[in-house]
């Protein structure tokens, strides 16, 4: 089965950007919906951004400052974090929906069936 590998996170101050990506481990033959979530601890999941064919979905608290977009390798995405806040810090995963069972915004979490490892996002103040 497809993993997904994320990569890109780590340390940066408010105000500075920080560009994740997201890549399939293997070769696949279909264009999945694709997403990023995030999570603080003792909390739950939180959508971020996903992107469908075409179109893409935000969180409010990321709108006008995040922008996920898709690479020339299918699946391959990435999310571009402009202008970070501290409470922009949290793991970061992206996600595939491989079953097509995700509707418009593509921003539940039961939908998405195949999940990255997750990556650190550490905005200091």
């Known amino acids: 089965q497809v993993q997904l590998v994320e990569s890109g996170g780590g340390l940066v101050q408010a105000g500075g950007s920080l560009r994740l990506s997201c890549a399939p481990s293997?070769?696949?033959?279909?264009?999945?919906?694709m997403a990023w979530f995030r999570q603080v601890p003792e909390k739950e999941r939180e959508f971020v951004a996903s992107?469908?064919?075409?179109?893409?979905y935000y969180a409010d608290a990321v709108k006008g400052r995040f922008t996920v977009s898709r690479g020339n390798a299918r699946n391959l995405v990435h999310l571009q974090m402009n202008n970070l806040m501290s409470e922009d810090t949290a793991v970061y995963y992206c996600?595939?929906?491989?079953?097509?069972?995700?509707?418009?915004?593509?921003?539940?979490?039961?939908?998405?069936?195949?999940w990255g490892q997750g990556t650190q996002v550490t905005v200091s103040a």
């Open positions: 293997t070769r696949t033959s279909e264009t999945y919906y």
């Open positions: 992107i469908s064919f075409i179109r893409t």
């Open positions: 996600a595939a929906d491989t079953r097509g069972r995700g509707q418009p915004p593509y921003n539940l979490t039961e939908n998405f069936d195949i």
